[in-house]
Nanobody
Framework: QVQLVESGGGLVQAGGSLRLSCAAS????????MGWFRQAAGKDREFVAA????????SYADSVKGRFTISRDNAKGTVNLQMNTLKPDDTAVYYC?????????????????WGQGTQVFVSS
């Protein structure tokens, strides 16, 4: 099973930007769809964004649409999440995940491999 490792989290002021990265063990990604999820304290884990293997199709939660951009570099085995115009409500642990199949999905149960998460804290 592939191992995923997230990086790039940290503390940022509201209105600022962060770029999260997710690296797959062995430096390669399978042809599966990839996604980012987040979990705020005391809340359920929620979908943020997903991308197909080719990158031709993406999907975003309404709460981040227009502010976040997901991308992937299959040659490098990385998936990235560019987060702009951050808000305090974006504070959460962010997780990278690999889907079971090729199709974009926003359901937790459709993802089979998860990273350990990286903390993002947005101050007001």
């Amino acid at each position: 099973q592939v191992q995923l490792v997230e990086s790039g989290g940290g503390l940022v002021q509201a209105g600022g930007s962060l770029r999260l990265s997710c690296a797959a063990s062995g430096g390669t990604l399978s042809i599966k769809a990839m996604g980012w999820f987040r979990q705020a304290a005391g809340k359920d884990r929620e979908f943020v964004a997903a991308i197909t293997w080719s990158g031709a199709s993406t999907s975003y939660a309404d709460s981040v649409k227009g502010r976040f951009t997901i991308s992937r570099d299959n040659a490098k085995g990385t998936v990235n999440l560019q987060m702009n115009t951050l808000k305090p409500d974006d504070t959460a642990v962010y997780y990278c995940a690999m889907a079971r199949g090729l199709v974009i999905t926003n359901r937790n149960e459709d993802y089979v491999s998860w990273g350990q998460g990286t903390q993002v804290f947005v101050s007001s």
